[in-house]
């Protein structure tokens, strides 16, 4: 697992590049009712929690053809964290892990 900056990093990112909001734990959702509803699919999800980004660095860690399949769809920065170059793809893989 990376360090604590490394999953802020990872963050800042899935939320400024991506367009998705961070629902920190202890937030709350918002008057949505099914914004965070396992079942919707990830081309309407607009927010992500903390557990997200554990399932989409599980992926990485864990599951080394997910990691060749999207290989062109995810950058590594100087620091080696490996960021997703889309949504769509974070949310693959983070559904990928569970």
């Avoid at 990830?42 to 903390?50: D, G, N, W, Y």
């Avoid at 053809?65 to 949504?87: E, F, I, M, N, W």
Wanted: charged share 15%.
């Amino acid at each position: 697992m990376p360090n604590p900056q490394h999953i802020d990093d990872l963050i800042q990112h899935v939320s400024s590049n991506l367009g998705l909001l961070y629902i920190s734990p202890g937030d709350t959702e918002g008057n949505v009712c099914y914004a965070n509803e396992p079942s919707l699919r990830p081309e309407f999800r607009q927010s992500f929690t903390l557990q997200h980004i554990k399932n989409y660095l599980r992926a990485l860690a864990h599951h080394p053809a997910l990691l060749q399949r999207y290989a062109a769809h995810l950058k590594t920065s100087d620091t080696g964290v490996v960021y997703p170059l889309s949504a769509k793809v974070f949310w693959e893989l983070a559904d990928n892990a569970k």
